[in-house]
């Protein structure tokens, strides 16, 4: 028989028992997203709702130059001084760098104004579009003004042609483009072809093909600005799509500040504009200096537009990864929130980088593994190439089972002439993309 000790020991273990399996029955289920280090599943708010303050414009506000991506930044002071005519507020003039407080709203004018409000309205600062410092992205350079680094975890949806960023429930950071032209008379901003335009159609029959090597001069100082090589799919209907890759060791003999290289796996949708990618890139620049940044940095990407520089690009936080590291992209749908994670990992480091766009749907998808040059282009010589890239481990589903699609290989047109020995190879059973350059 059990004593009165071994009963209320009894009784208690019965209790805690009780209140495991209690706790146990209230955690949500982990998410897609969250499986894969993305954003916390939490509902956006009906956007189309909201309301924004009036905007209060100040054309006698003096313009400043924009030296840096126009990015939401935590826990900014703003000086509450009063705006005086032909000047900046307090807390921004042509010697500072602005920055952009958590709640601004940034206004791109057809006349390539752009103007920076903070949350009730209260115009910061604005400049032409035309003079800001130009930045590196995936496709190209664009304007600064266009580009924003937003915190890993964001969510960014868009309604009547404005997008909202949110983060940890809070909304930081509003864009309003009436913008749809090109910036007229720049040479800052190169522009670049869509990267399904005048392709060289290789190895249909999934075998290993190679194009006729180009003859390049070390005297040539001609700049390569364009998509390199690729493999791209048939259309598609999926909810995932990963593939890994390793940081080439063979890095490149950069020859000017802004040559830059970007490796990724991405997605476009027939009828949407831009790509959403996880982006490896070799000598990323956020700012207008004239370094090298002889590194990798990887990051989600949102770029809303392969062919107009004034359309704004969305990045999540960059992370380092150093030569040799194997990283993967994913781009993960979540079906009760209708968005998609785009996600980098670092798999050497173990760290992460993500967010989550609602811009696109499942269906008409066109996936991609591409080498592209960005930036002011690269020197026309096999050195400003990175080594071969060998996307493995894909991974292209719906609701759980498998996708079949089949992937053809391409070299952009221009790119054999510019460079030696670039060649694609598609393998099948597994799905396997060697982008081969020559090094």
Known sequence: MLNSIDMRSLHLYTVLLALLLTAMLLVPMVSAEEATGGTVSTKLPDVSTLTLPQLQFDPSQEKITITRELSPEQNIQLTSTNIKSKKTTAAYSQASTPTVPYGAI??????????????????????????????TTPQNEAPATFVHEIPSG?????????????????????????????????????TTTAPRIQKNELNTNTEIAHQTPG????VDSRRYKEWIEYAESTTVTIDRFESTWAAPTKTPVNSGSRESLAIFNGIQQSGTSGIMQPVLMWNFCPYQDSQIHNEYKGAAWDYQSTTNPNKDSLHSTPISVSPGDSVTGTLQW??????????????????????????????????????????AGVKYSTDSLTGTITFSNNIIKYQGSDVSTTFTGYIKDGASSAFTGLSTSVTTNPLKIDLYTGR
Not at 111 to 130: E, M, P, S, W, Y
Not at 215 to 218: E, G, S, Y
Not at 357 to 369: A, E, G, I, S
């Open 334 to 375: 979540n079906p009760t929130l209708n968005r998609w994670t785009i996600q980098f990992k670092n798999l050497g480091t173990g760290q992460t980088t993500s967010f989550s766009t609602t811009r696109f749907t499942r269906n008409n998808l066109v996936l991609y593994m591409a080498l592209e040059s960005t930036a």
């Open 106 to 135: 940034i206004h791109h004018a057809n006349n390539g104004v752009t103007t920076v409000f903070d949350k009730t309205g209260r115009q910061l600062f604005a400049t032409d579009d035309i003079n800001a410092a130009t930045v």
């Open 215 to 218: 003859i390049a001069t070390a």
């Open 154 to 190: 964001s969510i960014a949806t868009e309604s009547q042609g404005k997008t909202y960023v949110f983060y940890q429930d809070s909304l930081i950071l509003t864009i309003i483009n009436e913008n749809t032209e090109n910036i007229p008379n720049s040479t800052t901003v190169p």
